[in-house]
């Protein structure tokens, strides 16, 4: 059985991840941007392998503009489950990468 890594301390994560060029999100109709924004997110994410529970927090904390007020439209009431990367890359493509937009590109 592989030995268990020990957790990574949030502020190491969040120590790691502001020493990096980090891709502001601001929203917006580009479905591309959108897409080029979580593939450079998750590329960061695998540098410092940053743990999931820290992704949602790291990465929101770059939305701007728009896709910050958007945010606020989604974040988790109290008492539901804390949203995951996964589900917020699901909203994201829900919001700004429209289904028939993902179908021309396929």
Not at 9 to 22: A, E, G, H, T
Not at 74 to 96: A, F, H, S, V
Request: aromatic share 10%; hydrophobic share 30%; with cysteine.
């Amino acid at each position: 059985m592989p030995a268990r890594r020990k957790p990574i301390p949030v502020i190491d994560v969040i120590c790691q991840f502001n020493k990096l060029k980090r891709p502001k999100f601001q929203g917006g109709a580009d479905p591309l941007k959108s897409e080029e924004w979580k593939r450079k997110l998750e590329n960061l994410f695998e540098i410092i392998e940053c743990p999931d529970i820290y992704k949602v927090a790291l990465a929101t904390s770059q939305f701007e503009r728009e896709a910050e007020y958007w945010r606020g439209t989604i974040k988790p009431r109290e008492g539901e489950n804390p949203m995951t990367w996964t589900r917020l890359k699901e909203l994201m493509d829900q919001q700004y990468y429209p289904r028939d937009v993902q179908r021309m590109k396929e």
